[in-house]
């Protein structure tokens, strides 16, 4: 069935970098946005960007560029978030989302990945 | 960027009840892109409502959705078990897309 799985949770350092891998299965990958969502303890969600699988265009928040970056693998339909310049602040689970469009409703979302941020 | 309020913050509610929670902009979504989720302990979002009342695959009609501009309605008509949960409203009519802060939903 259409899923999505995270890869397993991640203890970093501050100022450390952290990726995280999103695999798809049952659909096809590259037709399809991919979002990339996180939540800080006690938070609302929120938005970090997205990366269109096919032509490998991405758009990131403001809040998040120069530190983000998302790539794919096409051919392990396979999604990456990675976050450089770890704080402690960064704390929080990371979801991989699926988006229609990179301008759509998030229809299937990953298990999330545990990143804790400490010394 | 777009703030999304929601109330009230916690709703307190018997199986079988009526839920009305509610969703408000600081400024007008564009085209009614709005949508909710579900989430409940330790899971991921689930996707409820799109493009403001159009139900996902697989929801329930007990949920529905309404609302344009800047104020938004999710409407549980009979609570199940189930739905306890918190629940969050997303805009994605704009970037960056924002999420509200979240109604809990929980037992009386």
């Known amino acids: 069935q259409v899923q999505l799985v995270q890869s397993g949770a991640e203890v970093k350092k501050p100022g450390a970098s952290v990726k995280v891998s999103c695999k798809a299965f049952?659909?096809?990958?590259?037709?399809?946005?991919m979002d990339w969502v996180r939540q800080a303890p006690g938070q609302r969600l929120e938005w970090m960007g997205w990366?269109?699988?096919?032509?490998?265009?991405?758009k990131y928040s403001e809040k998040f560029q120069g530190r983000v970056t998302i790539t794919r693998d096409t051919s392990a339909s396979t999604a990456y978030m990675e976050l450089s310049s770890l704080r402690s602040d960064d704390t929080a689970v990371y979801y991989c989302?699926?988006?229609?469009?990179?301008?759509?409703?998030?229809?299937?979302w990953g298990q999330g990945t545990v990143v804790t941020v400490s010394s | 960027e777009i703030v999304l309020t929601q109330s009230p913050g916690t709703l307190s509610l018997s199986p079988g009840e009526r839920a009305t929670l509610s969703c408000r902009a600081s400024?007008?979504?564009?085209?009614?892109?709005l949508a909710w989720y579900q989430q409940k302990p330790g899971q991921a979002p689930r996707l409820l409502i799109y493009?403001?009342?159009s139900r996902a695959t697989g929801i329930p009609d007990r949920f529905s959705g309404s609302g344009s501009g800047t104020d938004f309605t999710l409407t549980i008509s009979r609570l199940e078990p189930e739905d306890f949960a918190v629940y969050y409203c997303?805009?994605?009519?704009?970037?960056?897309?924002?999420f509200g802060q979240g109604t809990k939903v929980e037992i009386k």
């Open positions: 989302a699926r988006d229609t469009c990179g301008g759509c409703p998030l229809d299937i």
């Open positions: 049952g659909y096809t990958f590259s037709s399809h946005v």
């Open positions: 990366i269109n699988a096919g032509n490998g265009n991405t």
């Open positions: 400024q007008s979504v564009s085209s009614s892109y």
């Open positions: 493009d403001a009342s």
């Open positions: 997303q805009q994605y009519g704009s970037s960056p897309r924002t």
